[in-house]
């Protein structure tokens, strides 16, 4: 049996995207993902996006039905990606592209810049900090590119590679969720 997940806005508004459960995957839930895109709205149309560790793809998906021009979906669980691809299929989403991968794996291969990433690494593995300065370090990100993290809310926050600024920060329930923007 399938999960699922609806989609809050732009072009495929209402539809929705299944997914199997898998170990540790916590789909953003639609609330969170409501007030990302509202901290969003007028960054993502025509945006290059990267989602690491894109698990059910909710947020890479939201993002290119609202207009985004690429989304590079990062993902190596097999089960997950073959969700993603039949989801993409579905939509007709041609501005999705997946790659499946580990992420710090991919984000050693060569480097395209981005303009908005989106990370929600799995719990309790400390990935979010190391992930952030990969994505710094490698030449991952535009000049003034928009980060997304999740990461567990009893847990401090990662230390921000230099040059990032905390724009929003919000909990709710187990989640930490911050938006920075690379200066």
Same mark, same amino acid.
């Given at each position: 049996?399938?999960?699922?997940?609806?989609?809050?806005?732009?072009?495929?508004? /209402?539809?929705?995207?299944?997914? !199997?459960?898998?170990?540790?995957?916590?789909?953003?839930?639609?609330?969170?993902? @409501?007030?990302?895109?509202?901290? %969003?709205?007028?960054?993502?149309? /025509?945006?290059?996006?990267?989602?690491?560790?894109? /698990?059910?793809?909710?947020?890479? =998906? !939201?993002?290119?039905?609202? /207009?985004?021009?690429? *989304?590079?979906? *990062? !993902?190596?669980?097999?089960?997950?990606?073959?969700?993603?691809?039949?989801?993409?299929?579905?939509?007709?989403a041609s501005s999705i592209n997946l790659v499946e991968r580990d992420v710090?794996? =991919?984000?050693?291969?060569?480097?395209?810049?981005?303009?908005?990433? =989106?990370?929600?690494?799995?719990?309790?593995?400390?990935?979010?900090?190391?992930?952030? @300065? %990969?994505? @710094?370090?490698?030449?991952?990100?535009? *000049?003034?590119?928009?980060?997304? *993290?999740?990461?567990?809310?009893?847990?401090?926050?990662?230390?921000?590679?230099?040059?990032?600024?905390?724009?929003?920060?919000?909990?709710?329930? @187990?989640?930490?969720?911050?938006?920075?923007?690379?200066?």
């Open positions: 049996m399938a999960n699922r997940i609806r989609i809050i806005g732009g072009q495929w508004r /209402g539809r929705q995207i299944l997914f !199997e459960d898998a170990p540790g995957l916590r789909p953003t839930p639609s609330r969170i993902r @409501e007030t990302l895109f509202n901290w %969003l709205q007028l960054d993502v149309a /025509g945006s290059r996006c990267l989602d690491l560790y894109a /698990g059910s793809g909710a947020l890479g =998906f !939201e993002a290119a039905s609202r /207009g985004a021009k690429e *989304v590079w979906q *990062v !993902e190596n669980h097999p089960n997950a990606c073959r969700w993603i691809r039949d989801n993409a299929g579905t939509l007709a710090s794996t =991919f984000l050693q291969g060569p480097a395209r810049a981005f303009d908005l990433a =989106f990370l929600d690494p799995p719990f309790g593995r400390d990935l979010a900090g190391p992930t952030c @300065e %990969l994505l @710094e370090t490698a030449g991952w990100l535009s *000049v003034y590119a928009k980060i997304y *993290v999740e990461t567990e809310s009893n847990r401090p926050l990662p230390i921000w590679p230099d040059g990032w600024r905390l724009l929003k920060a919000k909990t709710a329930g @187990e989640v930490a969720y911050s938006l920075l923007q690379r200066c």
